[in-house]
């Protein structure tokens, strides 16, 4: 049965950084994509970032570029979101998600598996 444990979120001031960390205890996650959204209050699930099992990454729309990292490693089961330069619309509830082998396509209705980790930018 997967249940994904997302940790790392917190409050953070306008510009800093923050690393998230994905992993599934009894559940390997090798074989699969795995991406990270967030849904900010009173606003729809949105797709961040997702990679593949061989790194190959989807980047979903421009919100992420040039600021946030998405890595895995298979010996510890865990997938990371590292996070620079946060900015105040970045708040929001990030979330784990598993939908195959490939990363869902942006708009594809996707399943949570965990209880996510809240992110927080405010000064």
């Known amino acids: 049965q997967l249940q994904f444990v997302e940790s790392g979120g917190g409050l953070v001031q306008p510009g800093g950084s923050l690393k998230l960390s994905c992993t599934a205890p009894g559940f390997n996650l090798d074989p699969y994509a795995i991406g990270w959204f967030r849904q900010a209050p009173g606003k729809e699930l949105m797709g961040v970032l997702c990679?593949?099992?061989?790194?190959?990454?989807?980047h979903y729309g421009d919100s992420a570029k040039g600021r946030f990292t998405i890595y895995r490693e298979n010996a510890k089961n865990t997938v990371y979101l590292q996070m620079t330069s946060l900015k105040p619309e970045d708040t929001a509830t990030y979330y784990c998600?598993?939908?195959?082998?490939?990363?869902?396509?942006?708009?594809?209705?996707?399943?949570?598996w965990g209880q996510g980790t809240q992110v927080t930018v405010s000064s």
């Open positions: 990679i593949e099992r061989d790194n190959q990454i989807t």
């Open positions: 998600i598993l939908d195959g082998i490939r990363c869902p396509a942006p708009g594809h209705k996707v399943d949570l």
